[in-house]
């Protein structure tokens, strides 16, 4: 394996982005290269002229939550008063559903991040004369809903030609069509710092477009007027943001909501007019998120235990584990095992799952192979949901796993790229610095990870309030340092190990010291 040196670093990581169409904003596509955005920003503008009642439908997790800030914030901006409704996960179920559309009596329905599945509802929106516009990023399904236009860039016959975009995006886009259609006044940029949100927590590649995006809205995070990033920015302390600060701490709290209570105390954070309200929704969602994290602990443990490591596929479920959690579950077990994994909790004879993966296979096309056995379903490549009658999990796990015996390991799970051999005590503040030019990381854009081969372990042992993080003291060709690995609760025996690892700027009272952070162990 070569070994990488500063020069090899930085050339590899400038190589990533050399074709990308999209670097500068002035580059990034026009909304109207969006199937339908035309005849949905003319029915809005119909509206508007009409004094209709406007309705946002949006979801509970941090990309709905985030879509459906944009187009209140955007229409508070221009002076058009909307009503928004975010559904309750435990009480109306996932986006636009028949218990939604019971709540709306009149006037145009505009769904953010949802609606392309919502046959049944868009069919009782129409029966009520409701106008329904779909703006969505979801998988489509071969049969789409009855609505007045649907902007959505993964229809076959759209045009738009960057299609890996979160909802939060697809409804930007939307807003600056209106912009453009009734010329407004309003600066699309002012949005970067809540879309990058977004993009990072959807797990939308970082690429391209994305990449662009994202960039630019770290940066705005930081001089960010609203109240709910300054009070962020205050707690966190952070001189600049990347990508891992708002996939680790600031999208689980705001994903909180959704999952353990309402979506709407995220909403209501990050549309916080004052710094009080701000400070009080915010120790909310922090309460709430502590909550999650000694569920999702608990749920973890009881799923692990009931993992057939035969399959090659995890499908596990367990009578009222907190739905809220699951698909959090689901993405550590799939992680931890490399493989699939599916979990279900289940209530009243009906069990909802989360499915994650991280895969050449797709996820979706996956779930269609088993919709006789399903009441309903939806989602991405490496993420979905699903439901079904409890008395179908045995005979689903036997299907799904069916499906994937011919298909090669390497396929069920994409192994770590490493960038060649890293020698440790090369690793300085240039070194570090040379991986922060290139921000953000992400999928398909991973943070750059290294080998480091035939390390002596000199001390090993466990950390942690539940000690459940592993700390490695090292011996590298003479170069002594410590690696951490999260979530790993086994002492390492060997005498000498390799290890992946990535490097993280470590601030600590003022110091900057280079952190190794193991990815993986190759005992």
Not at 446 to 451: D, G, H, L, R, V
Request: hydrophobic residues 40%; aromatic residues 8%; glycine residues 4%.
């Amino acid at each position: 394996m070569q070994k990488v040196t500063k020069q090899r670093l930085f050339e590899l990581l400038l190589a990533r982005h050399k074709d990308n169409p999209y670097a500068k904003l002035s580059d990034i596509p026009n909304p109207f290269l969006l199937k339908d955005i035309k005849k949905a920003v003319e029915r809005i503008k119909i509206a508007i002229l009409n004094n209709e009642p406007i309705t946002i439908v949006g979801d509970y997790d941090v990309d709905g939550v985030v879509s459906t800030t944009i187009m209140v914030d955007f229409f508070n901006k221009v002076g058009y008063k909307i009503k928004h409704i975010i559904p309750n996960r435990f009480e109306h179920g996932y986006g636009l559903s028949t218990k939604i559309v019971d709540m709306i009596d009149k006037g145009l329905v505009i769904t953010v991040d949802n609606g392309i599945s919502a046959i049944q509802a868009a069919k009782e929106l129409k029966d009520k004369n409701i106008d329904l516009i779909i703006t969505d990023h979801h998988t489509v399904g071969e049969v789409l809903p009855d609505a007045y236009a649907i902007v959505n860039p993964k229809q076959y016959d759209c045009t738009f030609p960057f299609k890996e975009i979160c909802g939060a995006q697809v409804a930007w886009y939307l807003c600056a069509a209106i912009k453009n259609e009734l010329n407004l006044q309003v600066n699309m940029k002012e949005f970067l710092d809540l879309l990058c949100i977004a993009i990072i927590a959807d797990i939308m590649p970082m690429t391209s477009l994305n990449y662009t995006l994202v960039r630019y809205g770290l940066k705005k995070i930081k001089e960010s007027n609203r109240p709910a990033l300054k009070k962020l920015d205050e707690v966190l302390n952070k001189k600049f943001y990347v990508s891992d600060d708002i996939g680790f701490m600031i999208a689980p709290k705001i994903n909180s909501a959704g999952r353990m209570d309402d979506a709407s105390i995220a909403l209501s954070f990050l549309l916080s007019k004052s710094d009080y309200e701000a400070n009080e929704a915010l120790s909310l969602l922090d309460e709430l998120n502590n909550y999650r994290k000694s569920l999702q602990q608990e749920i973890t443990n009881k799923a692990s235990k009931a993992i057939n490591h035969e399959d090659n596929v995890i499908v596990v479920w367990g009578q009222d584990w907190h739905e809220g959690v699951i698909g959090i579950v689901a993405s550590k077990l799939s992680n931890t095992y490399k493989k699939p994994a599916f979990v279900f909790c289940v209530k009243d004879g009906i069990a909802k799952g989360s499915a994650r993966a991280n895969a050449k296979i797709n996820l979706h096309t996956l779930i269609t192979k088993c919709s006789t056995l399903l009441k309903g379903f939806g989602g991405h490549k490496n993420a979905a949901g699903l439901t079904l009658e409890e008395k179908n999990l045995k005979a689903f796990q036997k299907q799904i796993n069916s499906l994937v015996i011919d298909i090669e390991q390497e396929d069920l799970h994409i192994q770590y790229e490493c960038l060649g051999e890293l020698d440790a005590s090369s690793v300085d503040l240039e070194f570090l610095s040379i991986i922060e030019r290139f921000e953000p990381y992400g999928l398909e854009n991973k943070k750059p990870i290294f080998q480091i081969s035939k390390a002596k372990v000199l001390k090993s042992e466990l950390i942690g309030r539940d000690k459940n993080h592993l700390k490695l003291l090292l011996n590298s060709d003479g170069y002594i340092f410590e690696a951490l690995k999260f979530h790993h609760d086994t002492i390492i025996n060997s005498e000498f190990i390799d290890i992946v690892v990535s490097i993280n700027k470590n601030e600590f009272r003022g110091e900057i010291n280079a952190q190794f952070l193991i990815e993986d162990i190759l005992l």
